[in-house]
């Protein structure tokens, strides 16, 4: 329940932040396995209780980033994927490291392709949030705003009972202040 609480109350903070002007953005070099890692690190409980195969492809990619912020998205991420997938694996990879697009794909029940399109919605929850009673609509919603904050794309391909694969194109960086 801790952890849960924890949860939430980053994704207001996180909320909170993300529009205002000074929303802290610091863009380095940093090492796109180790912000990964720090993902994992924070669901490693959860992927064991849950049995939950982790599957981490090695990656030699360096991206120009906000740290903070893109540890916060692939954090949510993984905590969808982690809630939605009750058996099977999460693949973290690089499709193509030379554009620099990574990969979150698991085996979990999947996204209604009519809920597709309206995912990053602010306090969009579709069938599987109806369902589960406890999404809130804001967690793709933030990852979309911080990601084109920080001038990243992301996009997200599903198919029912199958699993869902997002990916974040990483590659490109434009001027921040706008």
Request: charged share 30%; hydrophobic share 40%.
């Amino acid at each position: 329940q801790t952890f849960r609480i924890e949860q939430y109350v980053e994704m207001v903070l996180g909320y909170l932040k993300i529009d205002s002007a000074s929303s802290d953005l610091v863009l380095q070099n940093y090492s796109l396995l180790e912000i990964v890692r720090q993902g994992i690190r924070k669901y490693a409980h959860m992927f064991i209780r849950k049995n939950i195969v982790l599957e981490l492809k090695e990656m030699d990619c360096t991206v120009l980033t906000d740290e903070k912020w893109l540890v916060f998205v692939i954090e949510q991420i993984l905590s969808n994927a982690l809630k939605y997938t009750n058996s099977g694996r999460i693949s973290i990879y690089m499709e193509d490291d030379e554009k620099k697009v990574l990969v979150i794909e698991d085996t979990g029940i999947g996204i209604a392709e009519e809920d597709l399109p309206r995912v990053f919605e602010k306090g969009f929850t579709g069938y599987n949030g109806r369902m589960d009673k406890k999404a809130t609509g804001i967690g793709l919603y933030l990852c979309k705003k911080i990601l084109d904050k920080l001038s990243h794309r992301i996009t997200i391909t599903s198919k029912v009972n199958v699993g869902t694969k997002v990916k974040i194109d990483l590659s490109s960086i434009k001027t921040m202040i706008e």
